[in-house]
C-alpha cells in the first residue's frame, strides 16, 4: 500500500498511514509545478522571441532540432521508467501523478518544433517568431516538470 495514492489506508493502519500520507498528498500535488512551468515558459518565451526579433539569435535551426531530440529521448526515458519500475511502488505512483503535465510538455514542445522547422526561421519573420516562442515555452515546460518528476521520483 502506497500512502497518499491509494483510495483509503485500512483502519488498523489509518493513524501510522496518516502520519506517513502528509508528504505523499505534497508531492502529489502538480499545481505548483503547473504554476512554475506556465511562469518559466513565458519568461523563456518572450526572451527567445526578443532576441530574434532583435537579430540576436540567427542561427536557430541547430538549436530547434536540439531542442526536439531532447523532448524525444525525455518522452522515450520516462515511458521505459514507467514500464520499468514495479506496479505497486511509490515512484511509478509519483510518475503517474505528474505524467499529465509532462507529456503535456513533450507534445507541445515537439509539435512546436517540427512546425518551427517545417518553416522558414527567417530574421524578423512573424510567423517564425511565434513559433519559436512557442517551442521556447513548451521546452521550458518541459524541463520544469521534468524537474518536478525527478525530485519526486528521488523522494519517494
Known amino acids: 500500500m502506497i500512502c497518499g495514492y491509494e483510495n483509503g489506508c485500512m483502519q488498523e493502519v489509518e493513524r501510522d498511514c496518516k502520519r506517513r500520507c502528509r508528504g505523499g498528498l505534497a508531492r502529489c500535488m502538480n ?31 541547430p538549436l530547434v532540432l536540439a531542442v526536439l531530440v531532447t523532448s524525444l529521448a525525455v518522452l522515450l526515458g520516462t515511458s521505459a521508467a514507467a514500464l520499468a519500475l514495479p506496479e505497486d511502488s511509490a515512484k511509478k505512483q509519483c510518475l503517474r501523478c505528474h505524467f499529465g503535465g509532462l507529456y503535456f510538455g513533450i507534445i507541445g514542445t515537439v509539435v512546436a518544433s517540427l512546425l518551427a522547422i517545417a518553416t522558414d526561421l527567417a530574421v524578423g519573420s512573424v510567423i517564425a517568431a511565434v513559433l519559436l ?24
Open 31 to 61: 499545481g505548483l509545478m503547473i504554476l512554475v512551468g506556465i511562469i518559466a515558459g513565458l519568461v523563456l518565451a518572450a526572451a527567445v522571441v526578443l532576441l530574434f526579433i532583435n537579430s540576436l539569435l540567427v542561427s536557430v535551426f
Open 133 to 156: 516562442g512557442l517551442t521556447a515555452f513548451f521546452f521550458a515546460y518541459l524541463i520544469v516538470c521534468l524537474l518536478f518528476v525527478t525530485l519526486c521520483v528521488t523522494d519517494s
